[in-house]
């Protein structure tokens, strides 16, 4: 089963059209979370201390751990995020702020190194940016270190649509050149 995380927050976001797009040309069945939607807890310090708490309880079946648990078990990752501020939107932070829990999605080995814990072997991260500025270290960078480090996704694939909104760009033909693209990519198993 595809988790697929949709952190946009327009209508008509063209982000998620190109997410769309994976979707279908994946072809698989798939769990849709509209963050957008979802009504997160403030990580504030009694949350902490009751997650902490939990956590050393080894109740790992609180609703608190419901993002975590459905995170850990999907068999691939699609993430939806359009470039924001050398980044994405804030509500793909405070999801990963639920997702990343010790014991559901990874674990410290006794060196103190982070091991996943995550099924999926591979994570999408599908994005569209204004201009032509995309530094992947930031936005993508932060999910991908966190896959290949944390939860043990190593393979993560960037799919990007850029310059959507430079003055005069040809923003359908750069949208349908990125579609054309992933089906290529990803409909005959080739990921790079």
Known sequence: MILYIDACVRKNSRTRRLAECLLNTLNAPYTQLYLAECVFPKVDEGFLEKRDRLLREGNFENPIFAYARQFAQAD??????????????????????????????????????PEGLCRAKRLYYVTTAGGEFFPEQYGFGYVK?????????????????????????????????CEEEIVHRFSTGDTK
């Open 145 to 177: 270190a966190l896959a290949q480090n944390f939860y043990h996704i190593h393979d993560v694939e960037l799919i990007k649509a850029t310059g959507l909104d430079i003055v005069g760009a040809p923003v359908e033909r750069i949208l349908q050149s």
């Open 76 to 113: 691939e990752i699609i993430i939806a995020a359009p470039f924001w501020d050398l980044s994405f939107p804030a509500v793909l932070k405070s999801y990963l702020e639920q997702v990343n829990v010790v014991g559901i999605t990874f674990r410290y080995t006794p060196e103190g190194i």
